[in-house]
């Protein structure tokens, strides 16, 4: 079982939509959840970290949090083009503060 | 713009040497790490630093070895390259994993 999965995708979207994208994770002692964006050729970009049950909002992006399912997501509103990227769940804790990723999922926004 | 910076950007390396990648830590940032990403793959923990220790280690081999210097900037050191090494080789770093890790732009590792 990996430590954090997610689907790979492509999740394909339509302009203005809202964009749901989840994760799992195996470790019940992960302590920290971040979300990055990842264009193409590009590094990683943290969009949202959160620690507590429940949402955490930041414009259009908002984070979810559930412990005792061990699921965390996010959700992007009024999805543009430019939120076309691969989006990484990370999650650290239970083991010092390394990042332990999923694979990530592919959003695709399309006009 | 992000604070950690890398370099080289691209390298092509010839199976069997050895090669150094370069971080400079964004100012305040006590804490760096090194991660191995493959095509298509989220990226590998390598190893850590924290005040210039190793304070932890992935699922790599020795001859992945490391060094943090006291204003922050570290070095990430591959002996005996071999083929399946090429990836995309990502430093981040943080002050104490708070608020999580800037990554820098990345150096991209060819190995032939």
């Known amino acids: 079982q990996k430590e954090v999965e997610q689907n790979s995708g492509p999740l394909s979207v339509p302009e203005g939509a809202i964009a749901s994208l989840n994760c799992t994770y195996s470790d019940r002692g992960s302590q920290s959840f971040f979300w990055y964006r990842q264009y193409s050729g590009k590094s990683p970009e943290l969009i949202m970290f959160i620690y507590s049950n429940g949402d955490k909002e930041d414009g259009r992006f908002t984070a979810q949090l559930n412990k005792a399912s061990q699921y965390v997501s996010l959700l992007i509103r009024d999805s543009q083009p430019s939120d076309s990227a691969t989006y990484l769940c990370a999650v650290t804790g239970g083991g010092g503060n390394k990042l332990t990723f999923g694979t990530g999922t592919q959003l695709k926004v399309e006009l | 713009e992000t604070g950690v910076t890398q370099s080289p950007t691209h390298l092509i390396k010839t199976r069997g040497q050895q090669v150094t990648l370069r971080c400079s830590s964004q100012s305040g940032h006590n804490t760096v790490s090194w991660y191995q990403q493959a095509l298509g793959q989220g990226p590998q923990f390598i190893f850590q630093y924290y005040r210039e220790e190793e304070n932890g280690r992935g699922n790599f081999p020795p001859r992945f070895s490391g060094l943090q210097f006291p204003n922050y900037s570290s070095e990430l050191n591959v002996n005996a390259l071999e083929l399946d090494d090429s990836a995309l080789y990502l430093c981040?770093?943080?002050?104490?994993?708070?608020?999580?890790?800037?990554f820098g732009s990345g150096t991209r590792l060819t190995v032939v």
């Open positions: 981040a770093s943080t002050f104490q994993g708070a608020y999580g890790y800037t």
